[in-house]
């Protein structure tokens, strides 16, 4: 599986742009990136994935560097909801399309 | 509501006495997978299952078992519990491989310890 490199942690003042760097610089050319977060001891939360292109839903964006190497998450208004670890993730192929490999992830403070 | 259900939430046992915890999905979905979290080890795939009566160990599969007899539910048992296992356990579920961009979705989380 690709790895993804994050930052431990990062701040963000709410209703500001929260930018979350990643990168995967070993990606595969199939492979997508994902991202999940985790509020507290919570089941881990789907919020977006991409191959290529640029991808927005109503709750984040992603952009993907043209050579696929790295990958930011954007949330655009912060809140203080917001506040989790959240974790990039390169889905794997194959046998193990289903195994999602989490690394330690960056743990995002929003504050007032 | 779409959801991975998860019982019991919270569990304390002692060392040695057989222990289950359910998982149930309402979505039909084909794949489901068992993790544990640890601090400092992020997210370990214990067990997974591909289809009804389909199961293969994931990485960390010592010391569990796992059945799935239908395919809304995939019980965790601990035949014998050992300390070791102390852990934040999640069920999660996926569609299936049909198509490479499904999402899974994740129980809310069973805090195990075993004394």
């Known amino acids: 599986d690709a790895k993804t490199t994050q930052p431990p942690s990062m701040d963000c003042a709410e209703g500001r742009a929260a930018n979350l760097p990643c990168n995967h610089s070993t990606i595969s050319g199939n492979e997508y990136v994902y991202w999940y977060r985790q509020i507290h001891s919570q089941g881990p939360q789907y919020i977006i994935h991409?191959?290529?292109n640029n991808e927005t839903n109503e709750m984040a964006s992603l952009i993907i560097t043209e050579d696929r190497k790295s990958s930011t998450l954007i949330l655009p208004h912060a809140t203080l909801r917001d506040t989790a670890v959240y974790y990039c993730?390169?889905?794997?192929?194959?046998?193990?399309?289903?195994?999602?490999?989490f690394g330690q992830g960056t743990i995002l403070t929003v504050h007032p | 509501e779409a959801q991975v259900t998860q019982n019991p939430r919270y569990l304390i046992t002692v060392t040695g006495k057989k222990l289950t915890v359910t998982c149930s999905q309402n979505m039909n979905h084909e794949y489901m997978s068992w993790y544990r979290q640890d601090p400092g080890l992020g997210l370990r795939q214990i067990y997974y299952s591909m289809n009804v009566e389909v199961t293969d160990k994931g990485d960390v599969p010592e010391g569990y078992k796992v059945s799935r007899k239908e395919k809304r539910n995939f019980p965790l048992i601990l035949e014998s519990p050992s300390p070791n296992q102390t852990s934040l356990y999640f069920c999660?579920?996926?569609?299936?491989?049909?198509?490479?961009?499904?999402?899974?979705?994740f129980g809310p989380g069973t805090r195990l310890t075993v004394l």
């Open positions: 993730i390169v889905r794997a192929g194959g046998t193990s399309y289903g195994k999602l490999t």
């Open positions: 999660a579920s996926l569609r299936s491989r049909a198509t490479s961009t499904d999402t899974q979705y």
């Open positions: 991409g191959l290529k």
